[in-house]
Nanobody, 116 residues
Framework: VQLQASGGGLVQAGGSLSLSCAASGGTFGSLVIGWFRQAPGKEREFVASIGNRGIRTVYTDSVKGRFTISRDNAKNTVYLQMKSLKPEDTAVYYC??????????WGQGTLVTVSS
């Protein structure tokens, strides 16, 4: 499975941005998809994930209530809607997929910059 993240950009604090993760090849509908981010000088961290049927979602505490993950299996795409963005949300965002406990499939990152 190949994953491609897109939708990053520059936004002011308090603004919104929507990321997409498009998949090709393989069985996208069987994968749990997660979003991760890596800020400059920091380790990559988990942001959110969504189960293969789009029912179960998990969020890291810092984005709860501000970010929403969703998926459209017919379009082989997962979305991350981000609102009330903060400068500390600035990072390269990656999407990844797993069929077991390990994320085996990673897309290239998309940069999100939130200005204060």
């Amino acid at each position: 499975v190949q994953l491609q993240a897109s939708g990053g950009g520059l936004v002011q604090a308090g603004g919104s941005l929507s990321l997409s993760c498009a998949a090709s090849g393989g069985t996208f509908g069987s994968l749990v998809i997660g979003w991760f981010r890596q800020a400059p000088g920091k380790e990559r961290e988990f942001v959110a994930s969504i189960g293969n049927r789009g029912i179960r979602t998990v969020y890291t505490d810092s984005v709860k209530g501000r970010f929403t993950i969703s998926r459209d299996n017919a379009k082989n795409t997962v979305y991350l809607q981000m609102k009330s963005l903060k400068p500390e949300d600035t990072a390269v965002y990656y999407c990844a997929g797993r069929s077991s406990t390990v994320y085996d499939y990673w897309g290239q990152g998309t940069l999100v910059t939130v200005s204060s």
